[in-house]
């Protein structure tokens, strides 16, 4: 059975940072692309940033270019996120995924594999 468990994510000031893991198990997802989402209150979820198989190609959301970064472990079947410079409109859970592509995507449809979710919340 497949599991996406992510950890890190907590309580920071604004202009702090935080990293979140991705740990997947059940299988190897060595061959596909993974991402990090993330979804408020009465909001939909939203694509935040995406890694290639290969680590290769990456793409962020316009809204966290420049402060977050997307890397993966493929030996330990895991993703990260690295959040730097967080903004209280960065709060939310955030989810990773992994897409049935090998490519880098944003699309939200080509994920099959979600995580329960880890909650950031950025004080003011």
């Known amino acids: 059975q497949v599991q996406l468990v992510e950890s890190g994510g907590g309580l920071v000031q604004a202009g702090g940072s935080l990293r979140l893991s991705c740990a997947a198990s059940?299988?190897?997802?060595?061959?596909?692309?993974m991402g990090w989402f993330r979804q408020s209150p009465g909001k939909e979820r939203e694509f935040v940033a995406t890694i290639s198989w290969s680590g290769g190609t990456t793409y962020y959301a316009d809204s966290v270019k420049g402060r977050f970064t997307i890397s993966r472990d493929r030996a330990k079947n895991a993703v990260y996120l690295q959040m730097n410079s967080l903004k209280p409109e960065d709060t939310a859970t955030y989810y990773c995924?992994?897409?049935?592509?090998?490519?880098?995507?944003?699309?939200?449809?080509?994920?099959?594999?979600w995580g329960q979710g880890t909650q950031v919340t950025v004080s003011s």
């Open positions: 059940g299988r190897t997802f060595s061959s596909n692309a």
């Open positions: 995924a992994v897409s049935y592509v090998g490519m880098a995507t944003r699309e939200l449809d080509r994920y099959d594999y």
